[in-house]
């Protein structure tokens, strides 16, 4: 009795042991299997579940095993890198196209560079800002997954209240400042328009595409010195202070939760610089809204994108290979024009307006068009580079100050410099 | 070695079944306390040691990074951030902990009376500290807001001046400190309640016969009664205070320009937003290093004044 206990016992312990230290095996025949971990939520998952079984049913000699991970697309990194550490990552990941300089780095990363060439990818057919996110130093990691850009919203009814025409292609930040005036009404609680200052990357994508317009940059050519601190930044960051302080018109967020495009769909903001995610909850919300692009800096209306990719990490030479045919696959014209009927993204291949089905696709989601045509005015990306998240840093503590008026654009942007600049001068990573 | 050996070769004459009933009762030992032993040394022991390694190299986690020696405790010295979070963190300690042990013992003295409804007065203060960090963040989010915020909609009905408060850099964290105590007061309470309890009913009535008042009572009786728990309660909240994460990410993201980064929320920007893991782990083996000075420093000082058994 008092043996089988302690058998019992000790057998337990052993199969804990060997339970946690399992590790992946390699596949021998059969088809091949590959886990994906895709990051989306609702019609999103819903819809690249569905393309995943379609692949299964056609494709016997691959199959992919799909999940969220576990997380949504915000939360995908710090699992990855815990997947990373300990050998149990998926062989597909959705991650944002501004990690990638850092993901690049882990070894486990791998090299689909040869097989894009293939030229049944098409591979030219992707955006060349999308092409660029997923290539790291010459390298190329995964696959484009989505692209976005920065537009305005603006709320009809509030606009024709304070009795102003919607603004047109060609409007200026002037005109932007003027007309988030006059819609302000600090009694009836609305705001002109609002800018995130909780020190995360939303507070500074926006100030990017202004500095561009105007002929600035965030960095050197080299990537070695801060750029932004010129004048096209100054002038930039004086014009959003204005707003703030002078006029008022902008509310400020210091919510990490996305207050902004709630107070938009309640009609408590006139303007709302955003991307094509925002439209579905838009017509939920039954909001008479229209979309135009960012206002202009001498007639150039450059915008700021952030593509997403499918980053593909290594098990073994069959794995790597299956899950490049499979993304070849789901970003071919056909699949994505279903996906993005499904979620209103943007085409992530220039093909895709070709198809027929495309026009039922803009007919579905009103604005779509005028995001879709502002992919020409996305033309640069933000710097690759590994410290891109703490310069990111840097100039957003430096908005937030100026909005708050706790300093003015030139002291805060020329501090926010400096400490780039010793950023950026560490060697490595 | 040598003292034993005689011992086991004269075990494998007469005394063998005892050897080996005590050799089953240790397996048997180990058999239960092994699974346990298992998971502390793989989810505790091991990962300090391997955070503590991580802290002399400048590692991503993404790439196995560069063995950069005392390198990352000498960045430490000179970051502003980290100085800031420091007085962060130092400030919500301050204003909390006093704040926390005052007004828990004083609602807990209230709480513990035969009232009718009692039960729900106790749920109330109890709730809180239940709710998930994530709901309490966003709620307080709104209520603290400065433009659309309940507090400031109030304040400008009454006719006093709107207050930055979550947007302001120098009322944030203030702010910030409110919500943490109102979501952990609960605990405390409880806490307390239950060491009231454990007062003997006959010292309360002989302290009454003796002619003390009511605040004699409690500040004779009461307080010296309940002062293990006081000392539980300060190690307990130094602690808390120190891991103090889940609101900052909840309500502000350590803004408006850094004003309310704690020393675990710039841990973890360090590790998975700028990707200097290998810094990260300093300043977190920094941190461990200080909360476990204060908690000994604690516990010596509640020692030497008898608060403790």
Redesign the interface.
């Known amino acids: 009795m008092?043996?089988s206990?302690?058998t019992?016992?000790?057998a337990?312990?052993v199969l804990?042991?060997a339970g946690?230290g399992g590790g992946a095996k390699e596949q021998a025949g059969g088809p091949v299997e590959i886990v994906m971990w895709h990051g989306q939520e609702d019609a999103s998952a819903k819809s690249v579940e569905k393309l995943v079984t379609r692949f299964n049913e056609t494709h016997p000699d691959i199959r992919v095993k799909t999940t969220s991970g576990g997380v949504t697309a915000d939360g995908m990194?710090?699992k990855i890198?815990a997947a990373?550490?300990s050998d149990a990552h998926p062989d597909i990941a959705y991650l944002y196209g501004s990690w990638a300089p850092?993901?690049a780095?882990?070894?486990k990363t791998a090299d689909l560079t040869e097989f894009v060439k293939d030229p049944g990818i098409r591979w030219d057919d992707f955006w060349a800002s999308e092409r660029e996110a997923v290539t790291v130093e010459g390298k190329v990691i995964g696959f484009p997954a989505v692209v976005d850009n920065m537009v305005v919203l603006y709320n009809a009814k509030l606009l024709a209240e304070a009795g102003l025409e919607p603004p047109g292609p060609d409007w200026t930040w002037d005109d932007f400042r003027a007309m988030a005036r006059k819609t302000t009404d600090a009694k009836a609680?609305v705001?002109g328009a609002t800018w995130a200052?909780?020190?995360?990357e939303e507070?500074v994508w926006g100030l990017w595409p202004m500095l561009w317009q105007a002929g600035g940059d965030i960095l050197t050519p080299d990537r070695k010195k801060a750029a932004f601190h010129g004048d096209a930044g100054l002038r930039a960051l004086g014009l959003l202070r204005d707003m703030a302080i002078t006029d008022k018109s902008l509310?400020?967020d210091?919510?990490?939760?996305e207050?902004g495009q709630k107070?938009f769909e309640s009609g408590?903001l006139a303007f709302f610089m955003s991307g094509p995610w925002v439209l579905p909850d838009l017509q939920a919300a039954g909001l008479d809204y229209g979309v135009v692009p960012l206002p202009g800096t001498g007639g150039n209306h450059e915008t700021i994108s952030g593509p997403d990719n499918w980053v593909v990490f290594e098990h073994d030479e069959r794995r790597v290979r299956a899950s490049a045919t499979f993304l070849a696959w789901l970003t071919a014209a056909e699949q994505q024009l279903q996906w993005m009927t499904d979620t209103g993204s943007l085409p992530i291949r220039a093909s895709i307006s070709e198809l027929p089905g495309y026009q039922d696709y803009l007919k579905k989601y009103p604005g779509i068009d005028v995001i879709s045509a502002n992919l020409a005015n996305a033309k640069r990306v933000r710097p690759p580079t590994?410290k891109y998240?703490?310069v990111s840093?840097f100039v957003?503590?430096a908005i937030?100050?100026t909005l708050?008026g706790?300093a003015d654009a030139r002291a805060a942007l020329t501090e926010a410099a400096a400490k780039t600049d010793a950023a950026l001068a560490v060697p490595?990573? | 070695m040598t003292s034993t050996a005689p011992a086991l070769g004269r075990a494998t004459g007469r005394a063998q079944p005892r050897d080996r009933r005590k050799l089953a009762d240790n397996l048997t030992g180990w058999g239960f306390a092994g699974p346990a032993t298992l998971i502390i040394l793989g989810f505790s022991l091991i990962p300090m040691v391997w955070a503590l390694a991580l802290s002399f190299t400048d590692s991503d986690l993404m790439s196995s990074g560069r063995n950069v020696g005392l390198d990352n405790y000498r960045a430490l010295v000179a970051d502003p951030v980290f100085h800031q979070a420091l007085r962060n963190t130092g400030l919500l300690l301050f204003c909390y902990l006093p704040a926390s042990l005052a007004a828990g013992l004083l609602v807990a003295v209230l709480l513990n009376r035969r009232v009718r409804g009692i039960g729900f007065y106790r749920t109330c203060f109890l709730v809180p500290y239940i709710a998930s960090a994530t709901s309490a963040g966003l709620l307080m989010g709104y209520i603290f807001d400065r433009d659309f915020g309940l507090l400031n909609g109030m304040l400008v009905k009454v006719g006093l001046p709107a207050q930055g408060l979550l947007s302001s850099p120098s009322q944030a964290m203030l702010v910030l400190t409110a919500i943490f105590f109102w979501t952990r007061f609960g605990f405390t309470v409880v806490i307390y309640l239950a060491a009231l309890q454990e007062i003997n009913k006959e010292i309360l009535e002989a302290a009454a016969i003796d002619g003390a008042g009511r605040w004699a009572v409690f500040r004779h009786v009461i307080v010296p009664s309940v002062r293990h728990m006081t000392v539980f309660l300060a190690i307990w909240g130094v602690i808390d205070v120190l891991q103090f994460f889940d609101l900052v990410m909840t309500t502000t993201k350590g803004g408006p320009a850094n004003a309310t980064v704690t020393i675990v929320y710039y841990i973890w920007q360090l590790a998975f937003t700028y990707f200097t893991a290998g810094y990260g782990a300093a300043v977190a083996y920094t941190l461990f290093a200080g909360t476990l000075l204060l908690v000994v420093t604690g516990l010596l000082v509640a020692r030497r004044r008898g608060a403790m058994r």
């Open positions: 008092r043996i206990t302690v019992a016992a000790v337990a312990t804990l042991a946690c990194l710090p890198t990373l550490t850092n993901i780095r882990n070894p609680g705001f200052i909780s020190g995360s507070a509310y400020l210091s919510s990490p939760a207050k107070l408590r590994t998240p703490r840093s957003a503590d937030a100050k708050l706790k490595g990573s």
